[in-house]
């Protein structure tokens, strides 16, 4: 086959643009920091690193969803923290009004005065808020647990008679009873609420009870024995609470390695090795620069060169 001098050049500017091409995708790789930057360029690499990112923002939605579980439960750990001092303050009342030698009746008012301002606190408690969230209230996070204006709690389910028979069957839960679950992994719901809306109303009705009797003939024991069992209820349900607390904690240290894992996986998938990319982008130019001069030589020279 005749090799003309036509061929020559066509064949050396094929090369020379591809060498260019070629210095310019290892620059743009420089310049990104990534190994493609169009799907056109590795489409494996592309769907694997959307596949990565997927899961890297999936982990992130997760983190957050932890962050409101750890609010919905510090914020309630913190409120029944408030009735057990409530109950304690109650408790102290009681005794004193059970010493009827000592007290007075102006003693006794100021008694009920103060019991009708633990009452006052201990339905503010109830109505405890995260953001515009009652804590309190079950799946009826738009209502307070203790209606003011109604001046009332709501109606709760009973699985008992009036004269403590089981009842069946028992009556469904009201949605002031319903738990309230918040996704933090994959199939995973951590309980964030607490159901104390009957323990608030008992100890409702039990300082309103001591106040309207606080007479010399009031059991004053039995009443104090009453505080004394809300007082462990209260503490059963933070116990419960911190249960959830710590597994609110491995769920996040177990979301933290998931996140980890998916950087790492997607950072090796598209991250360039620089030291690779340099010394591949130096070849490239000392290979175009020999093309460049080898070109030169080979190419024959033209009739306008003879006419300088």
Known sequence: MRVTQSMLSNNMLRNLSSSYNKMGKLQEQLNTGKKVTRPSDDPVVVMK????????????????????????????????????????????????????????????????IELDQLRSQLQDLANTKVGDKYIFSGTMTDKPLYNKEGNGYPELSTDTNDDGSPL?????????????EIEVFDGVSLRVNTDAGKMFKDIDDLFNKIKENMNDDFDFGGAIKSIE????SVLTARAD????????????NRLQMQEGAAKKQRSENEDIDYEVVITELITSESIHRAALSVGARIIQPSLVDFLR
């Open 49 to 112: 690193s959307l596949g990565y990112g997927m899961q890297v923002d999936k982990v992130a939605t997760y983190q957050k969803n932890l962050g409101e579980v750890n609010n919905w439960l510090d914020s309630s750990d913190d409120a029944l923290d408030g009735v057990g001092q409530v109950l304690h303050r109650a408790k102290e009342l009681a005794t004193n009004a059970a010493n009827t030698g000592a007290m007075t009746p102006e003693d006794r008012e100021k008694i009920k």
């Open 168 to 180: 069946v069957p028992p009556n469904p839960k009201t949605g002031f009873e319903n738990n309230v």
């Open 229 to 232: 069992g809300h007082l462990d």
């Open 241 to 252: 609470i911190g249960a959830r607390s710590n597994r609110a904690e491995l769920m996040d």
